[in-house]
């Protein structure tokens, strides 16, 4: 397998789908799919599946912001290998709703993964890529008090994973579409609350 195949979304939800082949699929099944080393992976995998339905689940927003926060904290301190408290390693999810959820997501992500290439680099490496992770340290932090609103943490998923996913395939221009979404998001939610 080459480089780029290995940096897409596709790649992604097959090692998801591989991890879960049991009842249930638990955080470090998918871990030890992936490595301790692939830290930028794992975080836009997490926010890939929460632009799904899944994301309508109780609890799944927060567990996942927690998640999220974690590994890219750990990211943006450039930690070579991944930790998570074994709690949430533990923390596990009905197989078949990953399974729903990965066919729910196909389609999209191997039209993202045909114009995926790389431009834009400087968005993606030096001092960019640290703004760019702190961003998906900051954005996850919004949902656990607003879980309430239903799949609302699908619109905050789907910034991260573009800015996770321009940072994985070295495409600056999804980083800069993450941006721009941020924007126009946060601009609609402060004028619908205030």
């Known amino acids: ?10 790649h992604l939800l097959d090692g998801v789908e591989h991890a879960a082949e049991g009842p249930r699929v638990s955080v470090d099944d998918v871990l030890h799919e ?14 890939v599946i929460l632009i799904s339905p899944v994301s309508g689940i109780p609890g799944v927003p ?3 912001a927690i998640i999220l926060v974690i590994l890219s904290s750990q990211a943006l301190f450039g930690r070579r ?6 709690r949430m390693k533990r923390m596990t999810l009905d197989s078949h709703k990953i399974h729903r959820a990965v066919e729910w997501l196909r389609k ?3 039209f993202v993964d045909r114009h995926t290439r ?10 960019m890529r640290w703004v ?15 879980e ?18 321009g940072l994985f395939t070295r495409d600056g221009a999804y980083v800069l579409a993450g941006y721009l979404s941020l924007v126009v998001i946060a601009g609609i939610t402060y004028f619908v609350v205030i």
Do not use: N
Not at 81 to 86: A, T, Y
Not at 132 to 146: E, G, I, N, Q
Not at 149 to 165: E, K
């Open 62 to 64: 927060t567990a996942s």
């Open 118 to 127: 790389p431009r834009l680099r400087y968005l993606t490496s030096g001092p």
């Open 81 to 86: 290998r991944l930790w998570l408290p074994g």
């Open 148 to 165: 309430i609103l239903p799949f609302f943490t699908s619109f905050g998923a789907g910034i991260v994973a573009l800015l996770a996913f």
């Open 108 to 110: 999209p992500c191997a």
């Open 1 to 10: 397998m080459t480089d780029h195949e290995e940096r897409t979304l596709t």
């Open 34 to 47: 992936f490595g301790d080393r692939a830290i930028t992976p794992l975080i836009l995998l997490v926010a």
């Open 132 to 146: 760019t992770l702190l961003f998906c340290v900051v954005v996850p932090l919004s949902w656990p008090p607003l």
